[in-house]
């Protein structure tokens, strides 16, 4: 499973769901990034339910970038049993520190998506409070904890200099950090500098590093 990938060598895709049965995909556009996360999460629910209950014995690894991985994340915390390893890349697991840097970041973000209709006022806020919330803090350590104890894996891909996430955000303690490189994405088209948090991370070269990790 995977969601909210965006494909450096390929179209540009985001926040999406992809199953292996292709008359199971689901697929959402951009706009779906920027609304409410819990509409999102919601989503995710629902995705995740049917899979079990379609299929009850499978295993899955979860693939999430940046805001997808939290539609991951819901999904693996609300069915542990179905997941093998999840693989992070460039998640805000931890939410985003309220400071003013990041304030400023959000209203510059406003001002680039708002000709495209699109609003994160909701996501900022609803990260701020995800980094304020001490009980959300401990319930993600002890999912991490109680996932890998298992022998399961958890593995945050970060890119150094992301522009959007911050390290401190996407790290989280049980989980593996794998650091990779990342290419430049079109400056001139804003909406994939967004998605992409200003640079690329090849696919290919992400699957491949985290399978070896995950065995």
């Known amino acids: ?13 985001d926040s999406y769901f992809f199953s292996y049965q292709e008359d199971e995909s689901e697929t959402f556009g951009i706009g779906d990034t920027v609304r ?12 995740i339910k049917k899979r ?22 819901k999904m693996a915390m609300e069915h542990p ?18 400071n003013p840097i990041r304030w400023a970041q959000t209203q510059a973000l406003k001002e680039v998506l ?3 209709g699109l609003d994160p006022a909701k996501v900022t806020d609803y ?31 970060y890119t150094k200099g992301d522009i959007i996430v911050p390290e401190e955000s996407a790290v989280v303690e049980g989980a593996e950090v794998l650091p990779v490189s990342a290419g430049n994405v079109n400056p001139f088209n804003p909406l994939e500098v967004f998605a992409a948090h200003g640079m690329a991370v ?14």
């Open 114 to 116: 708002k000709p495209f």
């Open 127 to 157: 990260l701020f409070n995800l980094w304020d919330d001490p009980d959300y803090q401990k319930k993600i350590k002890k999912f991490v904890s109680d996932f890998t104890k298992s022998g399961r894996k958890i593995i945050i891909v």
């Open 52 to 73: 079990v209950e379609q299929n009850p014995f499978d295993q899955h690894t979860g693939f999430g970038h940046s805001l997808g991985g939290f539609w991951i994340l």
């Open 36 to 47: 409410d996360p819990e509409i999102n999460n919601s989503i995710a629910s629902k995705f």
């Open 202 to 215: 090849e696919d290919e070269k992400v699957l491949t590093l985290s399978s070896k990790r995950v065995g």
């Open 81 to 98: 049993d179905a997941f093998n390893n999840l693989v992070f890349i460039n998640l805000p697991i931890r939410g985003m520190p309220r």
């Open 1 to 13: 499973i995977l969601a909210n990938r965006y494909f450096h060598n390929g179209p540009f895709l």
